[in-house]
């Protein structure tokens, strides 16, 4: 069976510092890999998805970058965060197709003091 | 473009009342719909989707979902509420297929509580 993996679980990090969260997929090969915040109290906001090993789409542009080294492993980056990057951060996967759902992993609560 | 909208951001049932959460969808083309399930500091849980099969769609849980096409609706059920069914609840539309995205659009959210 299929599992993703996502961590740190929580994570606080002062502002201006850099950011690198990690997702990893088991038991399927070539997903479709999507990075969606949660900001509090508000619905989910997809940032990044990617396709394919170093394919990657930006949905809001902002100072977060994504990248995608190996085919399970997607990754979620900053240089300098800033107290506005605060949220719940969630990666997701998918096989191709025009019907295929979307799977969470258990997300990363980033705070920035 | 679409786009989904959740009439009740907060709804409170006493345990054993029926639920019911609202969602409205607007999309250019025959959408799939979804309902996912967060519970507090938790990942995502699919509920039940539609996919342009049968309107009633029977999910997780006891939950189910009707599709009307002619309302636009996508509403979510379930006969008996349990405590354990207090989260929060997100109606989510796929995107659109010719864009080779295949990402959601997620609704605001509806905070399900559960009186005992």
């Not at chain 1, 999507?34 to 394919?55: D, E, K, P, T």
């Not at chain 1, 902002?62 to 965060?81: E, M, Y």
């Not at chain 2, 929060?88 to 080779?100: I, M, S």
Request: hydrophobic share 35%.
């Amino acid at each position: 069976s299929q599992t993703i993996h996502q961590w740190p679980a929580t994570l606080v990090q002062p502002v201006g510092s850099p950011l690198s969260l990690e997702c990893t997929v088991e038991g399927t090969s070539n997903p479709n890999l999507y990075w969606y915040r949660q900001a509090a109290g508000r619905g989910l906001q997809l940032l990044f998805y990617s396709v394919g090993i170093g394919q990657i789409s930006s949905e809001v542009p902002q100072n977060l970058s994504a990248s995608r080294p190996q085919d399970r492993q997607f990754i979620l980056s900053s240089k300098k965060l800033l107290l506005s990057d605060s949220g719940f951060y969630l990666c997701a996967w998918s096989v191709k197709g025009p019907r295929a759902e979307q799977y969470f992993g258990p997300g990363t609560r980033l705070t920035v003091t | 473009a679409q786009s989904v909208t959740q009439l009740d951001s907060h709804v409170s049932v006493s345990e054993g009342t029926p639920v019911l959460l609202r969602c409205n969808y607007s999309s250019s083309y025959s959408p799939s719909l979804f309902w996912y399930v967060q519970h507090p500091n938790k990942g995502l849980q699919l509920l039940l989707k539609y996919t342009s099969a049968a309107t009633l769609v029977k999910g997780i849980n006891g939950f189910e979902a009707e599709f009307k096409k002619s309302e636009t609706s996508f509403h979510l059920t379930k006969p008996s509420a349990h405590m354990s069914d207090a989260a929060e609840y997100f109606c989510v539309v796929r995107g659109a297929l010719n864009t080779g995205r295949r990402a959601l659009t997620f609704g605001s959210g509806t905070r399900l509580q559960v009186q005992p």
